[in-house]
């Protein structure tokens, strides 16, 4: 024993003390968060961060977890959440009419179908082949009211999402809030829909008014379709978008919306 305390240079001591330590509450406590930590982190293929961990785990425990003591036992176990990749940037495209913006970055709606947000966003699967995919966000309770994917980024693919939304809310007149794609500045879209929602589009260059969507997209992105790499057919990358959104929608909790998932907020609402 002497032998080995001096190879590894420690007193005997503090072996002895060492063997004879019996754990405290809060060492057996970070010993089982840790666990958990662990074991959620690797069933969502670690795309969640302290701040989600920490909500899933409180949950878990039916306690309170401060998130800095999650941020803590990441390090010491020396996982993270994936990182997102930069954006591409595109050329803007002179629009045939334009909306105001009228939601004006009030990210906050106080009833649900009072607030969407929409975008389309391209994806890749076989051999550098392309897909898009159109999506509406209710600003109440960020759940995503609907989404289509198609092979072409046009009109069809925009309207159809924009039909299917207002088909389950057919009592609504939303505000539905875009960036100036060509979809939602033609006078096709204007004569469709001028009855049915009132139009509001971000300034020009400023993503951010239209963030929450974003966030989206870099969401569905980061801790989806970035981690499988290649998709070789559209059906396996349209499976794989299916699977997150319902995953988005039920089980995917969010601090904004006080640790619920958006139809859990929805539910407790209606």
Known sequence: MQTLCEVADIARSSYYKWLKHTPSSREVENQ???????????????IYGYRRLTLNLSRQAKKQINHKRIQRLMRIQGIQSVIRRKKRKYVYVAP?????????????????????LTDVTELKYGNGQKAYLSAILDL??????????????????????????????????????????FQYTSHTFKRLYADKLTQSMSRVGRCIDNGPMES????????????????????????????????????????????????????KAA
């Not at 089982?32 to 670690?46: C, P």
């Not at 998709?231 to 006080?258: A, G, H, M, S, V």
Request: hydrophobic share 35%; net charge negative; aromatic share 12%.
């Open 32 to 46: 089982q968060l840790t666990q958990d930590m662990l074991a959620l982190h690797q069933k969502v293929s670690g």
């Open 96 to 116: 045939e009419q334009v909306a105001e913006n009228l939601l004006n970055r009030e990210f906050y709606a106080e009833e649900t179908n009072e607030k969407w």
């Open 140 to 181: 109440h309770d960020n759940v995503i009211v609907s989404y289509e994917m198609g092979h072409a980024n046009n009109n069809e693919l925009v309207f159809r999402t924009i039909d299917s939304a207002l088909k389950a809310a057919s009592d609504s007149k939303p505000m539905l809030h875009s960036d100036r794609g």
């Open 216 to 267: 989206f997209w870099g969401a569905l992105k980061c801790e989806k379709y970035y981690l499988r790499r290649t998709y070789p057919t559209f059906e396996e990358l349209q499976n794989d978008i299916d699977e997150y959104i319902c995953f988005y929608n039920n089980d995917r909790l969010q601090k904004k919306l006080n640790g619920l998932s958006p139809m859990e907020f929805r539910t």
